[in-house]
């Protein structure tokens, strides 16, 4: 009972030297708010990617017969060259940029197609059906990835898809059952974000269906396809979770396929912690390259069409 | 016109089809024998074994399968509310306060969503491995509630539902920053929380890679890293249970989904069209 008047006492006579204080400095205010996030981004964020750094610069160095204790030397970019002398990487990287080359557009376009016949007139039971294409989005890469995989089998279709001919592109196939409708989700969301007025009076000029999908809606969404675009680069070169599944399966996908999976072997498997951060940094910065120039280029593309 | 629509309409139900092609699959075999699995065709019942094949993923290595689906539901649940509340706090302080360094912080979070989580994975398990963090469940969810998207989705969402005047006028009257945050802000940012959410959800239920790395003990873990090990061994044996497994597998996130669908709407775009 005593504690109530109490504890009112205490936050009355600190409000007021608080209220001051949070006009002069936002910061102090924003401070309890932002700590707790970044409390964990500084340690699961910034201090993994500070360690991988240093532990790409350095190298263990055994002696020769292997007795006596490793030495941790100081490799410079040594690990960073033999990323490049090594094949694997690059096999991996070109394998990934084809499947890339094929899979992506294949994805957003028919993630753009579908998009805009549910949002368009001619569409029945458009509920249901965004509700089936989202489902795939649901089932977790590697349960995905099983599935398929027992689906491949040539008991069961009589084809052999699992060869090294075919492999990839049944890889390619479960990425885009799974993420077609998450693509479609956020494109259709932005097309309903267009004000409808917009492509009414269009309808009402008497431009058709195709015409006004083309030149109002296409560019209205640019930015979703902008967005999704580096998202599918980015989880392109970290394609890991399909492949690992399907070398379980078939020896046409060994255990380096892609640069992930050569990285977790060669840090894992050989110890050799200095190569394997190596192998991801070079990979991000791969990816985050991508990234740019993809952006680049869609920016230089947008004001391209923009002029008359 | 009607034919329009007749295109149209079939054209979305043979994408469909596709769609619910493997889930379809997934139903029909988990009600299959083993013996029944691949010598029957594969799109229709054959016998109902269904009974049989949950018992024995239940019971299967002394009742692991239960455990790990309580696992992933605590890594998935409490993962993804962590997360939401961090970054709806972050985002929400980034949107609302103009404190010096703001872009800064705000570029490096940025800068984050585009890194690559496994770059992380081999990091966070040598760091863990250092503090004494793996191998447990707080190794497992601490780093699930970073998510610097979530804070970009955060922002956004502060910047456009939450009005300055609302928050000024509870200021006057007394009340404080964090109480301001709790009862106005989160509560007008709800529905970008609930999207923040479930993808946070699906993110940690999907990723295998850290479990893979940090979790030794099977007891710990979550169903995705339990199921592939199954898949792994691939005898026969396993393979029904391996298939059943998969099935029970989706359902928590599909009634998830549907649970929280009618919360969470268009504000997928709320992002991208900034």
Redesign the interface.
Known sequence: MAVTPLAQNARTSR?RP??RS?WN???R??A???I???L??I???????G??IN?SLHAVKRSGLGFGSPERIFAGLGNYTKVFQDGTFLAGVGRLLLFGLVQVPIMLG?ALV?AL??D?K????TR??R??????????????A??????Y?P??LGVDLLGDGTVLWSMGNIVT?TW??FNM??IY??L??IPSELYEAAALDGASPWKIAWSIKIPMVR??LV?TG?FSI?GT??L??EPM?LS?VTPAVSKDFTP?MW??QV?LDHND?GL??AI??V??LV??GL?LLFLRLSAWLTARGARP | ?TR??IL??S??FV??A??????W??VV?ASKSSADL??TN?LWFSGLNLGDNLSRVMSQDNGLFPRWMLNTLLYAGGGAFGAML??A??G???A??????RNV?FG??MA?V???????T???Y??ESKIGLINTAWGML??S??S?FG?YLARAFAQVAVPDELLDAG?VD?A???RL?FTVGLRLMAPAMVTLFLFQF?AI??N??LPMMLLNDQELWP??LG??RW??I?TGFLRDA??TG?LL??IP??L??LSL?RFW?????A???K
């Open positions: 409000a608080r209220t949070r400095s936002p910061g205010a924003a309890p708010l932002l707790p996030f970044c964990l981004f340690v699961f964020f910034l201090a993994p990617v360690y991988a532990e028919l579908l016949l549910l368009g001619a569409a029945r039971f249901f059906f509700v089936v294409y989202f489902l795939p989005y649901a089932v977790p890469g590697v349960i995905a099983i599935v398929w995989a027992f689906l089998n008991e069961v059952w077609t409708g989700l956020v969301s932005a309903k974000a930015p979703s967005l580096v980015i070169l970290q890991f979770n599944i379980d992930l990285s977790l840090a912690y394997g951060s991801s940094i990979l991000a990816a985050g990234s | 016109m329009a629509r149209v309409t054209f979305l994408v469909a596709y769609m619910l092609l493997p889930i699959w997934l075999s691949f010598s594969p961090l970054a706090m972050a929400y302080a980034l609302k306060f103009p404190f010096r360094g912080l490096v979070i984050a585009l890194l690559p989580l496994p770059l992380l081999i990091p966070i040598l760091l601490l780093p509630m970073v610097p804070v200021r007394g404080g920053e964090i945050f699906v239920w999907n295998f890679f169903i995705t199921l592939v898949h792994g691939r391996v298939v998969a597998s989706l996130v599909v998830a989904f669908q709407k268009a504000d997928l775009a992002g991208s069209i």
